[in-house]
């Protein structure tokens, strides 16, 4: 396991998106931005903390893809420069729904400034949270 650097932590508590890629079951890759966060409260010491979180609905692709593959990446690019990034290259350890409904109204707080995300309801299922281990970290900027 990999340490994302103190440093980069701003990225996961301000309005960043990560790319998010996966692989379909024919071998190709799939990629959705995607609201990202950090486990631990921001302590990005990898001591069974520091796995980031993906929302997601229950039944979506990537969802159906870290699924059956449980390899994935993520690029998180800092808005203000895009030349100061996070890159991981990690391992979902688990896909659950627990919490997940809290997990996706706090992301709304910090995405949209709403109390509660919006669509509750509408989704193609259950809110599920994504938790990926970063195995290789490598930043720029």
Known sequence: ????????????????????ATVMGDGTPQVTPVWID??????????????????????????????R??????CVMDPDDPYRYVSVRGEVVEVTEDGAVEHIDELARRYMDVD?????????????????RPDRVVTNG
């Open 38 to 67: 950090i486990d631990g409260e921001g302590n990005l010491d990898i001591d069974g903390e520091g796995n980031l979180l993906v929302n997601t609905a229950r039944g979506r692709q990537k969802e159906r893809n870290v699924e």
């Open 69 to 74: 593959n449980p390899k994935v990446g993520l």
């Open 116 to 132: 509660e995300y919006p669509n509750h309801g509408e989704e193609s299922g259950p809110r599920v949270v994504i938790r990926i």
């Open 1 to 20: 396991m990999d340490a994302i650097p103190e440093e980069f932590g701003d990225l996961f508590e301000r309005q960043t998106f990560a790319s998010f």
